[in-house]
């Protein structure tokens, strides 16, 4: 039945690649997507299979509950956007100012739905029972994964897949981790609280640029002299806001940045310093520095067994020729919270576009959509090999 149903997912693929373009001309923010996931609930009424929305927020499941008995599998797809201004110059570029699919949830969401409307007409000899999950912000903390959990909407599924377009692995080449994946994601801001005045008179003044340049370049020490060279973890500040004119010393200054680590103690010790640090530049310069430490998504481990399955069932698809166990990537996911419920496992589909590489989060990402029947064929092989 496979070969039947990789059939008429490649035979599916224009509809597929129109799906994902219209999704990328309207994109929405996390935690904003009601208009998208009206979208994907329409999808499903058209369709007749049963769904529930509002699950966990904006969150869309659908079920198909196949003709034969088997265990119950959600496949999930994610389906919010970044803040980011679309530059690409293609016919199907964002039509919302400062927001685009930067990251490949557009493609997520069309492969899903697609698969969905494939396998309806398949369902009399399908085992078990598929669920459709279309989840709603992964990109911004505490994101969608969690409070889907916390409905219980998911409280009967027996395992979980999901995969990521990979924009930065070539066409045809599959990657996963029988163990870690992914690593956790927290973000931190600290607030200096200086004394202003006038740029000709430092001495009368608690510079805050200075006291907060300070602070940067101290985090950067964390992961250089106070952590194991063995070990990993990233301390990176995106954002550093301060200062209103030219000759004035700075009243205040805001940096913002995030840690990524792969183990539970590296991110306690990594929190631990940042601690000392600020309160050591804040004694030493006798001004108020404040810390705020938001945890975000934790690493995403795989299920070894349920990982070599995908690796296993993949071999069935022509179009991936290579398979890689890969050690850990730096970038977050809240696909880590089901794998911590339920057994699963989260892969890469290589998406690569041909003379346009950029990387996830660029003002300029794309994806080569041949690669989405790929993700949808490695799904449903998933599905059916833990059905066995």
């Known amino acids: 039945m496979l070969t039947d149903i990789f059939k008429a997912i490649d035979a599916a693929y224009p509809e597929m690649v129109e799906r994902r373009r219209y999704l990328h001309q309207h994109p929405e923010l996390s935690f904003q997507e009601t208009k998208t996931a009206a979208y994907i609930a329409q999808f499903y009424e058209d369709l007749g299979l049963p769904y529930e929305k509002n699950v966990g927020g904006n969150g869309v499941i659908a079920t198909l509950k196949g003709g034969k008995p088997g265990k119950t599998v959600a496949l999930r797809a994610d389906f919010d956007a970044l803040p980011i201004q679309d530059e690409k110059d293609v016919p199907y570029r964002s039509t919302v100012d400062g927001v685009m699919h930067a990251c490949g949830h557009d493609g997520h969401t069309s492969t899903l739905l697609t698969l969905a409307k494939v396998m309806t007409a398949y369902k009399d000899n399908v085992p078990g029972t598929i669920v459709f999950l279309h989840q709603h912000a992964e990109e911004y903390a505490p994101g969608g994964a969690k409070p889907i959990i916390e409905s219980g909407a998911l409280d ?4 979980v897949f999901g995969t990521h377009l990979w ?27 200086g004394q202003g005045g006038h740029g000709a008179y430092p001495h009368e003044t608690k510079d805050a640029i200075i006291i907060a340049t300070q602070l940067i370049t101290q985090l950067q020490h964390i992961v250089s002299r106070r952590l194991d060279p063995l070990e990993t973890a990233v301390v ?4 550093f806001e301060a200062g209103n004119a030219f000759n004035i010393i700075a009243d205040t200054a805001h940096i913002k940045g995030t840690v990524r680590y792969l183990k539970p103690e590296i991110q306690a010790l990594v929190m631990s310093e940042m601690e000392k640090i600020v309160k050591g530049v804040s004694t030493s310069h006798d001004v108020e520095c404040t810390l705020n430490y938001f945890k975000g998504y934790p690493p995403l481990v795989n299920n070894a067994n349920e990982a070599g399955l995908v690796l296993e069932a993949s071999k069935e698809i022509d179009a991936i020729h290579t398979r890689n166990e890969i050690i850990p990537v730096m970038g977050g996911e809240d696909f880590a919270y089901y794998v911590m ?10 998406a690569q576009l041909e003379g346009h590489e950029y990387p996830h989060h660029h003002p300029m990402f794309d994806f080569d959509e041949q690669a989405m029947p790929i993700a949808a064929k490695t799904l449903i092989s998933a599905y059916f090999a833990y059905q066995t």
Not at 236 to 239: A, M
Not at 341 to 350: I, Q
């Open 167 to 193: 924009a930065t692995t070539p066409l045809g080449v599959l990657e996963t981790s029988k163990d870690v994946l992914m690593a956790g994601a927290d973000r931190f801001e600290i607030n200096v609280q």
């Open 341 to 350: 419920d339920k057994p699963g496992a989260y892969f890469f589909t290589g």
């Open 156 to 159: 009967h599924v027996d395992a």
């Open 236 to 239: 990176t500040v995106g954002q």
